[in-house]
C-alpha cells in the first residue's frame, strides 16, 4: 500500500474517530472514558532505540511530511509524459496530473488540520474535565458544610444591591 493508501485508511479515520470521541456531548463517565482513549492513543511513547516519540507527534510529522512532498510536487509542474504519441495525450495527461497533484494537496493539508484538531480539542477537553472535577469537588465542600460561605464578590454584589434599593426608596 503506498503512502496515499495509508493516508486514506489509516491516517485519516483515526483523527475523525477520535475528534468524534472527543466532541459529542456523552455523560460525564463517557467523556472522560473517551478523554483517556484519546490519550493512551496518541500518548502513547514509542521507542525505537534511543528515540522516543508519541505516537501523535510520528502521525503530524509524517502527515507534515506527506504535505511538504505534495507542495514539492505541485510547483514541479507536471511531468511529461514519455508514453504519449499524440499531442493531445500530452495535453490531457499535462492536466489530469495538475488535478491530481492539487487533490493531493487538499487532502494532505486536511490531513495536518484533521491532527492539528485532535491536539487543540483533546487539550481543551482535559482542562474541560479537569475544571468539572474541580467544580464538583467545591461544590461537595459547600453542601458538606451546611452552610454557602460567601465570598468576597458575593459581599459585594449584595452591597450594590442594598444600596441600589436603599436609593429606589429615597426617591419614592
Not at 72 to 95: D, F, S
Not at 139 to 160: F, L, M, Q, R, V
Amino acid at each position: 500500500m503506498g503512502y496515499w493508501g495509508q493516508l486514506i485508511y489509516i491516517f485519516f479515520p483515526i483523527p475523525v474517530f477520535c475528534l468524534v470521541l472527543l466532541s459529542l456531548a456523552w455523560p460525564r463517565s463517557l467523556e472522560r472514558a473517551g478523554s483517556r482513549l484519546v490519550s493512551k492513543i496518541f500518548f502513547t511513547e514509542i521507542r525505537a532505540g534511543p528515540f522516543h516519540v508519541k505516537l501523535l507527534y510520528l502521525f503530524f510529522a509524517i502527515s507534515l511530511l506527506v504535505f511538504v512532498g505534495t507542495v514539492r510536487a505541485l510547483g514541479a509542474g507536471p511531468a511529461p509524459c514519455r508514453t504519449c504519441v499524440v499531442a493531445g495525450e500530452t495535453l490531457w495527461y499535462g492536466k489530469a496530473m495538475k488535478f491530481r497533484a492539487e487533490r493531493n494537496f487538499w487532502l494532505s493539508l486536511f490531513n495536518v488540520i484533521l491532527w492539528m484538531l485532535v491536539w487543540v480539542i483533546h487539550h481543551d477537553r482535559m482542562q474541560i474535565l479537569k475544571l468539572k472535577d474541580r467544580l464538583s469537588e467545591l461544590e461537595a465542600t459547600a453542601t458538606a458544610d451546611g452552610s454557602e460561605k460567601e465570598t468576597p464578590a458575593d459581599k459585594a454584589t449584595s452591597e450594590e444591591v442594598k444600596e441600589k434599593s436603599d436609593e429606589a426608596k429615597k426617591a419614592d
